[in-house]
């Protein structure tokens, strides 16, 4: 009954979270005048990335390095193949060139980085975390420098940003919300899913990285709805890239990584891989440079497919 009534809890914080953490971007969007895309894939990621970064950590140093690989890397593929189907399900999303020319690219190099590292020795070192982080910090550097909108938004000739207080207030508040809303939702799973005596890897790479994905779930059908199209594909695209760069490699440098369910190499990080690469023609197909309903379902296919060949 605790767990039900902390996965309850954890959703409905979850949802305010989400709700003033997009209110926050907003306004620094504004504010700043960067295009929205960007704080999608730099604030609203980081704060959203929060919940994988400390499971993955208390995971690792409890002794459970299959859980802390196997929420990101279900993370990751729960951000594609159930969140941005959803979102997509909900308004389709126009693109443009730089989503394929830096973001998307951005996102399947640090797939391979993560893949390179790992599947030859089964170890994640912590000199390879240091390189990883060192690769998201070059990232972000030229994405606040050079990046332009890679999404079409729609045009607010009204708005004004909210006071910088009130801006800081909600990022504050809406992070917190995220972060406290996660723990309590992946408490209540992981009970739940103890009690049926599922494996350590089983549970990261279903139960505990959908829950960790909540957050992203929460915030990019908030910013779909109130038609900030930019931040929720941005949300999903950085959230992915922080979570492989940041969540694993800050990981690594705290304690190595070993595999110790060897299914983590050889089926969950090929379905990472795959459904990344998936998003490319995905846009091109049927209509080009768009995300519609159509891949949204083809993603959702693809997603419950992996599900059921990890459970089964």
């Keep these: 009954m605790l767990d039900v009534l902390f996965i309850f809890l954890g959703l409905i914080l979850l949802i305010l979270g989400g709700n003033w953490l997009l209110k926050a971007a907003v306004a620094f969007s504004l504010r700043l005048k960067i295009p929205r895309i960007i704080i999608g894939m730099t604030i609203v990621s980081f704060a959203t990335s929060a919940p994988e970064l400390i499971v993955s950590i208390n995971a690792a140093l409890d002794g459970f390095p299959d859980l802390a690989l196997g929420n990101v890397v279900g993370s990751n593929i729960a951000n594609l193949g159930l969140v941005l189907a959803i979102v997509i399900l909900l308004g389709s999303i126009d693109v443009r060139k730089n989503f ?25 070192e912590a000199y390879e975390g240091g390189i990883m982080v060192l690769f998201l910090f070059i990232f972000l550097i030229f994405l606040l420098r050079f990046q332009k909108s890679a999404v079409v938004e729609e045009e607010r000739l009204d708005e004004k940003p909210l006071q910088l207080y009130k801006a800081v207030l909600f990022l504050g508040l809406g992070g917190a919300g995220l972060w406290v809303g996660s723990e309590l939702l992946v408490s209540g799973a992981v009970g739940m899913a103890t009690f049926y005596e599922v494996s350590e890897r089983v549970i990261g790479i279903t139960v505990v990285s959908v829950g960790t994905s909540i957050p992203e779930l929460a915030a990019s059908i908030i910013a779909i709805i109130k038609k900030e199209k930019a931040i929720s594909l941005g949300n999903l695209i950085g959230s992915n890239i922080f979570n492989l760069l940041a ?65 089964n």
């Design 100 to 124: 394929y020319v830096l973001d998307w690219p951005v996102m399947m190099a640090a797939s391979l980085l993560f893949f390179g590292f790992l599947y030859f020795d089964g170890i994640l």
């Design 247 to 311: 969540v694993l490699g800050i990981t690594s440098l705290i304690t190595p990584i070993h595999v110790i369910d060897q299914q983590l190499l050889s089926n969950d990080i090929w379905w990472m891989l795959g459904i990344s690469f998936l998003i490319l023609p995905l846009v091109f197909i049927p209509k080009g440079l768009r995300l519609g309903w159509r891949d949204g379902i083809v993603l959702l296919g693809v997603y419950f497919a992996f599900i059921y060949f990890t459970i």
